[in-house]
């Protein structure tokens, strides 16, 4: 277990001088504030003062007058050691994930990272523990000088080996970076689209699996900024060509037996009744859970039928128009390999909020046994609308404030949320789109561009 003292400790030996103390509001956008190490030991244990309206500011940059999030008053983040990573591409900075207090040190209502933290602490009282890694998509981009837009910064063809050799020493220093910030890379490659990547790494327990996809965005954008490109993860950041993902790979393990719960040998593809269960939670709150996994005006661009994301709620065995494929597990691993990758997730999420939202709707499935209903062996844009009326499978919301809206009505989150966290995140969404409504197409391309 990582100490404030070994956080000092490594600072002076890595010769680090500034500890980024970094949060994640509902937006998706990553913030925070530097502490100098000079001053550092006082910040791990009072933390860093930020307003109470921190929380209510939307991705542009408006804060939005939310009871209870006024800009009078004062929280604290609070760094989270086990957290504590140099920067490569900065060697001189370190970053470490934080959590939101109050000033006196009580929970905040708002804290993402506390929310994910409480699911967790759910699923554990059920004798579950929860891996998870994300698996986000991103485009690097360079400004076109005459026309002042962002284009990719190759024209590489889906998956083709030109595209690897494009972009090897981006990959390359990609790939040291992460090992480097204790991350453990597996795939990273060239995607789709022209310039779009892939990067994966290592499952781990929940709450590390959140913040890694905090240090992996993180080190990916400084990097790329080494390279000359802009790096965004932006669901749709060029409305004509691929979007870009960030699929949540997940697996349910017994607590007592260290046993991956989703296994079953004796079921159909392998995949065990509880492992059913928890699709039927997610698909049953899909519209709503779509609000927070699929959380900006641009994520709706990218949901579409036949487009490999999400545009109906059903789930199949490896089916990638689904939106949860039940994965088939590697050979000679099958039981410690089993898990599910729910598709309806970008990378403008709220990761904390997004992988929280995803674990209550599963234990809402397995505590109520819900039947997801027989897995789909086809594309559901092949099915007529009667046969997917007969089977339960609906379309998923079109855009961010009806997202929202289905969000209002589900009472699971009703219940689980705190309640200025269930509010204030409506609230937050609907500036959003009130903002990117009365604006056009190319300002919402730019903004999110910029953001993710």
């Not at 980024?20 to 990553?30: A, E, L, T």
């Not at 994966?200 to 900024?225: E, F, T, Y």
Request: include cysteine; hydrophobic fraction near 40%; charged fraction near 20%.
């Amino acid at each position: 277990m990582t100490t404030a003292q070994d956080v000092l400790t490594l600072c002076r030996s890595s010769g680090v001088e500034l500890a980024r103390f970094i949060y994640c509001d509902f937006s998706g956008v990553q913030r925070g504030k530097i502490s100098a190490v000079d001053d550092l030991p006082n910040r791990l244990s009072h933390g860093i003062n930020l307003t109470r309206a921190q929380m209510a500011f939307t991705l542009l940059d408006t804060m939005v007058n939310i009871a209870g999030m006024e800009p009078v008053g004062e929280l604290r983040m609070i760094a989270d050691p086990e957290t504590f990573t140099v920067l490569p591409w900065q060697p001189s900075h370190a970053s470490l994930c934080s959590d939101l207090v109050e000033k006196d040190g009580a929970r905040y209502a708002a804290c993402t990272r506390t929310f994910l933290k409480d699911v967790i602490t759910r699923a554990a009282g059920k004798g579950l523990r929860i891996q998870a890694a994300f698996e986000p998509e991103f485009y690097l981009g360079v400004k076109n000088a005459q026309t002042g837009r962002w284009e990719p910064a190759d024209a590489s063809g889906i998956y083709a080996e030109t595209g690897f050799d494009l972009q090897a020493r981006f990959l390359t220093d990609m790939t040291r970076t992460l090992r480097a910030m204790r991350l453990t890379p597996e795939m990273v490659y060239h995607e789709g689209g022209p310039a779009q990547q892939e990067i994966s790494i290592r499952h781990a327990p929940a709450l590390r699996a959140a913040d890694n996809q905090m240090k992996l965005r993180n080190a990916v954008r400084g990097v790329a900024l080494q390279h000359g490109y802009y790096a965004s993860f932006a669901p749709k950041p060029f409305p004509w060509t691929f979007g870009s993902g960030a699929h949540v790979h997940l697996s349910v393990w017994d607590i007592a037996t260290d046993r991956n719960l989703m296994y079953d040998a004796g079921a159909e593809e392998t995949f065990s009744v509880l492992g059913r269960y928890f699709v039927g939670g997610i698909l049953r709150h899909l519209p709503a859970l779509i609000a927070l996994t699929c959380p900006s005006y641009n994520s709706y661009r990218r949901l579409q039928p036949r487009t490999w994301s999400t545009a109906y709620a059903c789930w199949g065995y490896d089916n990638r128009q689904a939106a949860v494929r039940a994965a088939s597990p590697f050979w000679g691993r099958e039981a410690e390999t089993a898990n599910i990758e729910i598709k309806a997730v970008d990378g403008s999420c709220n990761p904390y909020l997004a992988l929280a939202g995803i674990i209550a709707c599963g234990l809402d499935g397995i505590e109520h046994e819900i039947d997801p209903g027989e897995p789909l062996s086809v594309d559901p844009s092949d099915v007529s609308d009667a046969e997917r009326e007969q089977r339960g499978i609906c379309a998923v919301p079109s855009s961010l404030r009806a997202a929202v809206g289905e969000f209002a009505e589900d009472a699971l989150f009703k219940k689980l949320m705190p309640e200025l966290m269930w509010r204030a995140f409506q609230q937050v969404k609907l500036a959003e789109c009130d903002g990117f409504e009365a604006a056009d197409e190319q300002f919402e391309i730019d903004r999110h561009f910029y953001a993710f």
